[in-house]
């Protein structure tokens, strides 16, 4: 097969596809064909305009719609000829001019859309389609009435084969080169080449035209399916550029939206926090003594109960000590309660202090009262314990109400008994120790009750050595 041969094979598939090789007869392929298009591209710009508002997306639907109505003329003017409604010259006074004109309406309002939106340049895209829609308009106005006379006094003529038909090619291939350059010179992307590509197939169609009028149509069964072609190669590709961009414009947005969301997750999981840390800090509060720093009565009665039960799960020994300030009252009187409350924090800080063990903990029992509690520690230790804190707040350096006075404590001690845990609660053990305090304050106050066989025993004792009872103390509590 030689060049030649390989050449008609090719145009003919071209002619096949792209609905003949010239004239509006048996071409409703092509014209189905783009009316598919510009029908696809126009549903999805005006979703697009109806979602954003944005100027471009008002030009595109503009655009399509005059694209789509072209074709729909053609179709119909085609479907009319084919079956013979209507006289030839009659429809042949009326459509070429007038599809000349949609067409390029059409693809110039499409042009500025897409100069606006890759440039971003509203004057720009506005003078292009305002000059360029006048200049269509003007030649429509000077080609219509003469071809209508024309056509009407020789019936045989071709619009193709007369000079209207130079003037709106003419006009067509200047504004979609003119769009191809302001494009390739200006911006730069896979998206200007698309776009810049369709706009020079737009040219190629309407330009091949001019060689093809200048040979009074003798080639025109070459010059029209190639022509065709490059029309319907280009209109897909503007709706792929389109297409895409909402793809992209649609992911963006997902993203804009995951990271917002993210933005409002990591931002409630920081409120979160904070809530916390605030509850964990109100709850702090409402357990802690504010003028001492010590747990409070609310806080001494959980912990009480906690320790209670581990006693009794684990067979040991629980030990409380209640402590009251001797002539607390008389402070408050005479020094005022500024005084009284550096006496209660003195106490507190050195309650701290005589405490070396964790599990040891000491309360603000209310007033100027407090209580410790000794895990894990024998009637003895507990002894121990109070007559240390007492002897350390008896030594130390504050003053009581006078000045020759120092100030004293006096403290009930009561330790848990196999009875006591099996028969009683948390209060038994709090009304032993406090029955130790009171006994300790009605025998002279600065003394350490403990209560033994029920009787209370009182630390230290005259004429009997610390030691001594201590040591008495723990063969009382082992025996228990």
């Known amino acids: 097969m030689t060049i030649p041969d390989i050449l008609k094979t090719l145009l003919d598939i071209i002619a096949q596809l792209t609905g003949g090789r010239g004239g509006i007869d048996h071409v409703i392929v092509n014209y189905v064909l783009a009316a598919i298009f510009f029908t696809v591209l126009l549903v999805a710009a005006r979703a697009k305009y109806k979602e954003d508002r944005l100027p471009r997306e008002h030009l595109l639907v503009i655009g399509f719609a005059l694209g789509l109505s072209r074709e729909m003329f053609m179709i ?12 030839p010259v009659t429809l042949h006074t009326i459509f070429p001019p007038l599809e000349h004109a949609l067409s390029t309406a059409a693809l110039v309002t499409i042009a500025a859309a897409y100069l606006r939106y890759l440039l971003d340049d509203s004057v720009l895209a506005r003078r292009y389609l305002l000059v360029a829609i006048g200049f269509t308009l003007l030649s429509y106005l000077s080609t219509f009435w003469w071809w209508a006379e024309f056509i009407m006094a020789n019936p045989d003529s071709k619009f193709g084969q007369v000079w ?67 029309y319907l190669s280009a209109i897909p590709m503007l709706g792929y550029v389109y297409v895409r961009e909402m793809l992209i414009e649609r992911q963006q947005h997902l993203h804009n939206l995951e990271a917002q969301v993210l933005e409002r997750t990591q931002g409630l999981e920081t409120a979160l926090t904070d809530l916390e840390r605030v509850n964990r800090q109100l709850s702090e509060n409402s357990l802690t003594d504010e003028l001492t720093g010590l747990g409070n009565r609310r806080s001494f009665v959980t912990t009480l109960q906690e320790e209670w039960c581990r006693t009794q799960r684990e067979h040991t020994q629980l030990s409380l000590l209640l402590i009251d300030i001797d002539y607390f009252k008389r402070i408050n009187d005479t020094h005022g309660h500024l005084k009284g ?14 405490l070396h063990r964790p599990a040891d903990v000491c309360f603000r029992f209310g007033g100027d009262e407090f209580a410790v509690i000794l895990p894990s520690t024998d009637l003895a ?34 330790t848990t008994s ?7 609660s948390t209060e038994a053990l709090i009304a032993v120790a406090d029955r130790a305090l009171y006994q300790a304050k009605e025998n002279g106050r600065n003394q350490v009750g403990v209560c033994v066989n029920d009787v209370i025993e009182l630390l230290p004792r005259p004429h009997l050595s610390l030691q001594m009872r201590l040591q008495a103390l723990t063969l009382t509590s082992r025996t228990n």
């Open 164 to 230: 209207p038909d130079w003037v709106f090619h003419i006009n067509g291939s200047v504004w979609y080169l003119l769009a191809a350059i302001i494009l390739a010179t200006k911006t730069k992307g896979w998206l200007r080449n698309t776009v810049g590509t369709a706009f020079f197939l737009f040219f190629l169609a309407d330009v091949l035209k001019l060689p093809d009028m200048a040979l009074d149509e003798v080639y025109e069964n070459i010059f029209t399916p190639i022509a065709r072609l490059c």
């Open 341 to 354: 409350d550096a006496c209660l924090r003195f106490i507190s800080d050195n309650f701290k202090k005589g």
């Open 381 to 414: 230790g507990a002894a121990m314990i109070a007559n240390s804190i007492r002897q350390t707040i008896e030594q130390s350096d504050f003053k009581g109400a006078r000045s020759s006075e120092r100030l004293t404590i006096s403290v009930g001690a009561a």
């Open 418 to 424: 196999t009875e006591l845990l099996n028969n009683s």
């Open 76 to 87: 119909v003017m085609a479907v009319i000829q084919a079956i013979g409604w209507a006289d």
